[in-house]
């Protein structure tokens, strides 16, 4: 019996990781493999991948990866590609494959410099919107009013969430584009057609985390299509500057739907819920003003 | 332990630096279990699609779950269109 399945069949995740019961990130890292494909090679700063991966000699991904400390990421990854270029491999993709903490946070700076110089890699933000791996500190990426272990008894949150893509964006790189694991043939997609494009590439992977957001791990999935039905992760693509949206969704869902669903929000009254809503009816409009 | 124990049979031949995590069986993590109704089940391969431990074998065009490593995170019994997949819970032996 032949089986069509919508994403490509072959498996560069192996069972046996060490992720948490519904992981995000590790849904992530499944679609990503499957659209890159074989040849690649991993670039791993702290974060919970760190873990994921496994104790050498093992190792849960079916492609060599390289640990490197939290700060250099994207310098290590220079490095290495130039090292493979030097030895005559141009086809080797290199990828980044970082958390919101080294991205948002400690790895930016040798980020912007990477991009600055259009480094020819993929970069990967995998943002669970704060320090999962460390026990839920508040990051650069955690959203306005959510509970982290360090904004709690503030009313979550005093700052708005980064916006990284911005700063990328102002770095005019050929390449970014927003994902989330709810949607596995965008994912696979988008990772395709970046590693056929040349010089610095950015992809966002929204990765919802059962124990730092609170809710139960078959939820997963769920909140990931949730938070782009009701526009609060909006999936987008900006290449050479031109913007475009991968899914328009006119009739938005509510922004509670969304947030209800999450123990980290669960301390918001309904007037902080019409409050967040506006955030995003604004950002929306930027969006549809772009597009 | 012989938790680690390499099993030649069921590890993936994915040895890129050395040995597999496959080694690592995480099914004893497990609290609760799914169970497929394979007469209900439409074999569209959803649970397969969105399996984070990428545990569940559809070479046989029937979706099998590999308890060995299947943790019991229950996204395959929401995901399901057929809502054929029933999470029960696991009792001591």
Same mark, same amino acid.
């Given at each position: 019996?032949?089986i069509?399945?919508?994403?490509?069949?072959?498996?560069?995740l192996?069972?046996?990781?060490l992720?948490?019961?519904?992981c =995000?990130?590790?849904?992530a890292?499944?679609?990503?493999?499957?659209g890159?494909?074989?040849?690649t090679v991993l670039?791993?700063?702290a974060?919970?991948?760190?873990?994921?991966?496994?104790?050498?000699?093992?190792?849960s991904?079916?492609?060599?990866?390289l640990?490197?400390?939290?700060?250099?990421a994207?310098?290590?990854?220079?490095?290495?590609?130039?090292?493979?270029?030097a030895? =005559?491999?141009?086809?080797?993709?290199?990828?980044v494959w970082?958390?919101? =903490?080294?991205?948002?946070?400690?790895?930016?700076?040798?980020?912007?410099g990477?991009?600055?110089?259009?480094e020819?890699?993929?970069?990967?933000?995998?943002?669970?919107?704060?320090?999962?791996n460390t026990?839920i500190?508040?990051s650069?990426?955690t959203?306005?009013?959510?509970?982290?272990?360090?904004?709690?008894?503030?009313g979550g949150?005093?700052?708005?969430?980064?916006d990284?893509?911005?700063?990328?964006?102002?770095?005019?790189?050929?390449?970014?584009?927003?994902?989330?694991?709810?949607?596995?043939?965008?994912?696979?997609?988008?990772f395709?057609?970046a590693?056929?494009?040349?010089?610095f590439?950015?992809?966002?992977?929204l990765?919802?985390?059962?124990?730092?957001?609170?809710?139960?791990?078959?939820?997963?999935?769920?909140? *990931?299509?949730l938070?782009?039905?009701?526009? *609060?992760?909006?999936?987008?693509?900006?290449?050479?500057?031109?913007f475009?949206?991968?899914?328009?969704?006119?009739?938005?869902?509510?922004?509670?739907e969304?947030?209800k669903?999450q123990?980290?929000?669960?301390?918001?009254?309904?007037?902080?819920?019409?409050?967040?809503?506006?955030?995003v009816?604004?950002?929306?409009?930027?969006?549809? *003003?772009?597009? | 332990m012989?938790?680690l124990?390499?099993?030649?049979?069921?590890?993936?031949?994915?040895?890129i630096?050395?040995r597999?995590?496959a080694?690592?069986?995480?099914?004893i993590?497990?609290?609760?279990?799914?169970?497929?109704?394979?007469?209900?089940?439409?074999h569209?391969?959803?649970c397969?699609?969105?399996?984070?431990e990428?545990?569940?074998?559809?070479a046989?065009?029937i979706?099998?779950?590999?308890?060995?490593?299947c943790?019991?995170?229950?996204?395959?019994?929401?995901?399901?269109?057929?809502?054929?997949?029933?999470?029960?819970?696991?009792?001591?032996?």
């Amino acid at each position: 019996m032949t089986i069509k399945t919508s994403i490509p069949e072959s498996e560069l995740l192996s069972a046996g990781h060490l992720a948490c019961q519904g992981c =995000g990130a590790t849904l992530a890292m499944r679609y990503a493999l499957k659209g890159l494909g074989k040849e690649t090679v991993l670039v791993t700063p702290a974060c919970c991948w760190t873990i994921l991966a496994g104790p050498a000699p093992r190792l849960s991904v079916g492609v060599p990866l390289l640990h490197c400390p939290f700060a250099t990421a994207a310098a290590t990854a220079s490095g290495l590609k130039a090292g493979l270029v030097a030895k =005559g491999d141009e086809k080797t993709q290199v990828v980044v494959w970082a958390g919101d =903490g080294g991205t948002f946070d400690i790895g930016l700076q040798a980020l912007s410099g990477a991009a600055d110089r259009n480094e020819d890699i993929l970069y990967v933000c995998y943002d669970n919107e704060a320090y999962m791996n460390t026990g839920i500190q508040r990051s650069g990426g955690t959203p306005q009013k959510a509970w982290t272990m360090t904004t709690q008894g503030k009313g979550g949150s005093e700052r708005p969430k980064k916006d990284l893509d911005s700063i990328l964006e102002a770095h005019h790189i050929p390449y970014i584009a927003t994902v989330t694991p709810g949607y596995p043939e965008d994912m696979v997609r988008k990772f395709k057609k970046a590693r056929g494009i040349k010089g610095f590439r950015f992809i966002r992977v929204l990765s919802p985390c059962p124990p730092g957001w609170k809710h139960d791990s078959s939820d997963t999935v769920d909140l *990931s299509k949730l938070a782009v039905q009701t526009g *609060s992760f909006a999936l987008y693509e900006i290449e050479d500057g031109a913007f475009r949206l991968s899914m328009k969704t006119p009739k938005r869902k509510a922004v509670g739907e969304y947030l209800k669903r999450q123990g980290r929000f669960r301390h918001l009254t309904e007037k902080d819920i019409v409050e967040m809503q506006e955030v995003v009816d604004a950002a929306w409009k930027r969006y549809e *003003s772009r597009s | 332990m012989p938790r680690l124990a390499f099993d030649p049979e069921k590890t993936a031949p994915i040895l890129i630096s050395g040995r597999s995590m496959a080694e690592n069986k995480t099914g004893i993590w497990r609290s609760i279990r799914p169970q497929i109704d394979k007469e209900k089940c439409t074999h569209c391969m959803v649970c397969w699609k969105y399996c984070p431990e990428a545990c569940v074998d559809i070479a046989s065009g029937i979706p099998e779950i590999n308890m060995g490593y299947c943790k019991g995170c229950a996204i395959c019994a929401d995901v399901c269109p057929a809502d054929c997949v029933e999470m029960v819970e696991e009792v001591a032996r």
